[in-house]
């Protein structure tokens, strides 16, 4: 019977600590690292122009038809106010879903999976006011700091109908 309930015990306690992990995609903007949880991760794919949409801010890089829906690209590095991307073919696209739609954005490259605990993430320190407003904050992965991607936040405010 003690055997069995120490076998309970310890599923609980892997199951506790699947909960307590997160699994994200960490892409680079320069040197900075960024990550989404993969669950919102639909695809990841190579630049290759956007259609540009008129009155949009200059984050949005314009819209792409991926099989049928039209989706909205985000510039991360404009988004976070330090100028607009030159693309080029090794430039990537990661496909998100926000809510019930989807959007993509712009980034240098994407580098790993990585998996962290929810107990590992910390606050954004005050101080940029961009960094606060669009991460809901930062955990460190072996040598290196990974902001957090707030999406919600990242595409609010680009006059986008539909």
Same mark, same amino acid.
């Given at each position: 019977? !003690?055997?069995?309930? $120490? +076998?309970?015990?310890?599923?609980?306690?892997?199951?506790?600590?699947?909960?307590?992990? $997160?699994? $994200?995609?960490?892409?680079?903007?320069?040197?900075q &690292?960024?990550? %989404?949880?993969?669950? &919102?991760?639909?695809?990841i794919r190579?630049?290759?122009?956007?259609?540009?949409?008129?009155?949009? +801010? !200059?984050?949005?890089?314009?819209? /792409? #038809?991926?099989?049928?829906?039209i989706?909205?690209?985000?510039? @991360?590095?404009a +988004?976070?106010g330090?100028?607009? *991307?030159?693309? *080029?073919k #090794?430039?990537?696209?990661?496909?998100?879903?926000?809510?019930d739609k989807?959007?993509?954005?712009?980034?240098d490259?994407?580098?790993? /999976?990585? &998996?962290?605990? +929810?107990?590992?993430i910390? #606050? %954004?320190?005050?101080?940029?006011?961009t960094? *606060? !407003?669009?991460? #809901?904050?930062?955990?460190?992965?072996?040598?290196?700091? %990974?902001?957090? /991607?707030? $999406?919600?936040?990242?595409?609010?405010?680009?006059? @986008?109908?539909?």
């Amino acid at each position: 019977m !003690e055997a069995l309930g $120490l +076998r309970d015990d310890m599923g609980d306690k892997s199951a506790i600590a699947a909960q307590n992990s $997160l699994q $994200l995609i960490a892409f680079s903007i320069g040197e900075q &690292t960024y990550g %989404v949880e993969i669950t &919102t991760v639909r695809e990841i794919r190579a630049w290759n122009g956007a259609t540009p949409l008129p009155n949009t +801010r !200059e984050f949005v890089r314009g819209v /792409i #038809n991926l099989r049928g829906t039209i989706v909205p690209i985000f510039d @991360l590095r404009a +988004r976070f106010g330090d100028g607009q *991307t030159s693309p *080029t073919k #090794n430039h990537v696209v990661v496909v998100m879903s926000v809510g019930d739609k989807w959007v993509g954005i712009l980034v240098d490259a994407v580098s790993d /999976i990585l &998996t962290v605990s +929810r107990d590992d993430i910390h #606050n %954004v320190p005050e101080g940029n006011s961009t960094d *606060t !407003e669009l991460l #809901n904050g930062i955990v460190t992965h072996e040598t290196r700091m %990974v902001g957090l /991607i707030d $999406l919600h936040a990242v595409v609010s405010g680009a006059k @986008l109908d539909g």
